[in-house]
């Protein structure tokens, strides 16, 4: 019996320290107001819908806003971000469909003539403490 509750503890104890998060700097390029509003999206296919990523938002307060995963699975992510300057709700563009708001990609990526490819703004979470920073565009 005794053996058997160590085992258990020591497992306990291996897993804890297992444990993963993820923080990402938003470096914002407009003064303060509005809202971040981030999705994280686990495949290409959520990248390109929306559709299964995580969404967080926060208000935009300072230069850099920090957005906190605690426990995200380990794998392979990209990050969209735009900061809701007006507080609407949606990403405002212009008549030629350019984003009027400022806005950002994991890696910094950048599309030509859209938004870049999944592979382009991916990044590898593991196991530990993962860091992302982003520098808002436009």
């Not at 306990?12 to 470096?27: F, N």
């Not at 400022?102 to 703004?121: E, H, I, K, L, R």
Request: glycine share 10%; charged share 20%; aromatic share 8%.
């Amino acid at each position: 019996m005794r053996r058997s509750i160590t085992t258990v503890v020591l497992l306990a104890l291996s897993l804890g320290t297992r444990a993963q998060s993820l923080s990402i700097d938003l470096v914002l390029n407009r003064a303060g107001g509005g809202t971040v509003r981030l999705v994280l999206c686990p495949d290409e296919a959520s990248f390109a819908t929306e559709k299964g990523c995580v969404l967080k938002s926060a208000k935009a307060v300072g230069p850099v806003v920090r957005l906190q995963f605690p426990d995200p699975a380990p794998g392979t992510y990209a990050v969209k971000v735009f900061h809701d300057v007006n507080d609407n709700g949606v990403l405002d563009t212009n008549w030629m469909g350019i984003p009027k708001e400022p806005y950002g990609f994991s890696n910094d990526a950048m599309g030509t003539f859209g938004p870049p490819s999944f592979q382009q703004a991916a990044f590898k979470v593991g196991v530990g403490t993962n860091a992302v920073r982003i520098r808002m565009k436009g």
